[in-house]
């Protein structure tokens, strides 16, 4: 199992443009999340899906969007990239919802907006 | 009351040292705590994680004091390594199905 992929690894975006980041998990988990890490800030939650065609917005959701067509797949999607959107994105993914299951992280995607 | 507080921000602990890490949180509806670890380039992995109604769990060198009335729970490395050089998050969960509320993070430099 290749456990939770993220593409690309490294993204430079000039302020407006706009960008798909990608996650796939081959783990068949219901549950799957958006995080961006930022420098001393922890990971604040973006959006997460509890299933196919359905997703909540988390801590942070403005300026991005998401959508989950499939259990594998679960985009995320920047419109307007501005330089606060400057971060390392992070996907993760568990077999349930509650706390108890183990979140698996993909390897991140850096992305800069300049 | 959903924050969790992780302290300290940054810790350096000589190899075979002991390292600690503290984490304080507000809403005692929290159920679930667990620490995440994570190595520079990669994404957090899950470490340990200890459920209110336990006062510790320990897995190897890696043991979680967790303190219900105090409102605090803290990570502890025994005979810390140079491998063990990573960040470490502190989560909390809130019942049902939440999410996890993450720390800031503690950036551990175990120096050999």
């Known amino acids: 199992n290749a456990g939770v992929t993220q593409t690309p690894k490294f993204r430079i975006l000039k302020i407006g443009q706009s960008m798909t980041l990608q996650c796939t998990q081959d783990?068949?988990?219901?549950?799957m999340y958006w995080y961006r890490q930022d420098p001393g800030m922890g990971l604040k939650l973006i959006y997460y899906?509890?299933?196919?065609?359905?997703?909540d917005k988390g801590e942070v959701p403005n300026g991005y969007n998401v959508s989950r067509s499939t259990t594998e797949d679960f985009p995320l999607r920047l419109e307007l990239a501005a330089p606060s959107q400057t971060s390392v994105y992070f996907c993760a993914s568990s077999l349930q919802g509650d706390g108890f299951a183990e979140q698996y992280f993909g390897p991140g995607t850096r992305l800069t907006v300049t | 009351q959903q924050q969790v507080k992780q302290s300290p921000q940054s810790l350096i602990v000589q190899k075979g040292g002991i390292s600690i890490i503290n984490c304080a949180y507000e809403n005692t509806a929290f159920d679930y705590f667990p620490w995440y670890q994570q190595f520079p380039g990669k994404g957090p992995a899950l470490l340990i994680a200890i459920r209110p109604d336990v006062s510790e769990k320990k897995e190897g060198r890696f043991t979680i004091s967790f303190n219900k009335s105090a409102k605090q729970f803290s990570l502890h490395i025994m005979d810390s390594q140079p491998g063990d050089s990573a960040t470490y998050f502190c989560?909390?969960?809130?019942?049902?199905?939440?999410?996890?509320?993450f720390g800031k993070g503690t950036m551990l430099l175990v120096s050999p």
């Open positions: 783990m068949n988990h219901n549950y």
């Open positions: 989560a909390a969960h809130l019942g049902g199905y939440s999410t996890l509320t």
């Open positions: 899906s509890v299933g196919a065609g359905i997703t």
